[in-house]
T-cell receptor, first 112, second 115 residues
Framework: QQQVKQSPQSLIVQKGGISIINCAYENTAFDYFPWYQQFPGKGPALLIAIRPDVSEKKEGRFTISFNKSAKQFSLHIMDSQPGDSATYFCAASMGGYSTLTFGKGTMLLVSP | EADIYQTPRYLVIGTGKKITLECSQTMGHDKMYWYQQDPGMELHLIHYSYGVNSTEKGDLSSESTVSRIRTEHFPLTLESARPSHTSQYLC????FGRGVEVGAFFGQGTRLTVV
């Protein structure tokens, strides 16, 4: 049973466009929602994270939108660049005494 | 930059050999994880630890074992490697306490090939 569903599986965006990756969760006890970015041959790196008490968090070109009632959250990459080409994972956890539950990942390709 | 180190980065080994993948972190994090990941694919949690002398099995059944004798060290051992163990193994650590998760920091990974 997958607790965090991520879509799309892959995404191609033109340079300068907006990349949008969506995640949906089932467990209402989740209270921490991070996004990770992974380049080939590297481990995932924490990109941005949000807690359910806010609906949006922005860091540079990266924004998380959070809809608690719909149990959905999404990553928006504004002005996408070829250097953003990577695999992105959403995740969720219930705080310190739980483990992170990851989505299956989205492979993003930003074309020049 | 997170300080979590995995060695070796790459390992090719014959079937039946015993191997230990090393993972160390200098951040003093209590929580550590091992994930298995095929290239470009999802992350599968195979082991985790809440602290010294704590080890738990993850969601994906694994023939590997782990130990946590020191906070900074979380090695993973395969007693008898098989070709089905060929994969990338990622170690991670995170800080917890007071109900606050600050996110997991991953090592570079060990790419294991069993021939």
């Amino acid at each position: 049973q997958q607790q965090v569903k991520q879509s799309p599986q892959s995404l191609i965006v033109q340079k300068g466009g907006i990349s949008i990756i969506n995640c949906a969760y089932e467990n209402t006890a989740f209270d921490y929602f991070p996004w990770y970015q992974q380049f080939p041959g590297k481990g995932p790196a924490l990109l941005i994270a949000i807690r359910p008490d806010v609906s949006e968090k922005k860091e540079g070109r990266f924004t998380i939108s959070f809809n608690k009632s719909a149990k959905q959250f999404s990553l928006h990459i504004m002005d996408s660049q070829p250097g953003d080409s990577a695999t992105y994972f959403c995740a969720a956890s219930m705080g310190g005494y739980s483990t992170l539950t990851f989505g299956k990942g989205t492979m993003l390709l930003v074309s020049p | 930059e997170a300080d979590i180190y995995q060695t070796p980065r790459y390992l090719v080994i014959g079937t039946g050999k015993k191997i230990t993948l090393e993972c160390s972190q200098t951040m003093g994090h209590d929580k550590m994880y091992w994930y298995q990941q095929d290239p470009g694919m999802e992350l599968h949690l195979i082991h985790y630890s809440y602290g010294v002398n704590s080890t738990e099995k993850g969601d994906l059944s694994s023939e590997s074992t782990v130990s946590r004798i020191r906070t900074e060290h979380f090695p993973l051992t395969l007693e008898s490697a098989r070709p089905s163990h060929t994969s990338q193994y990622l170690c991670a650590s995170s800080e917890f306490g007071r109900g606050v998760e600050v996110g997991a920091f991953f090592g570079q990974g060990t790419r294991l090939t069993v021939v």
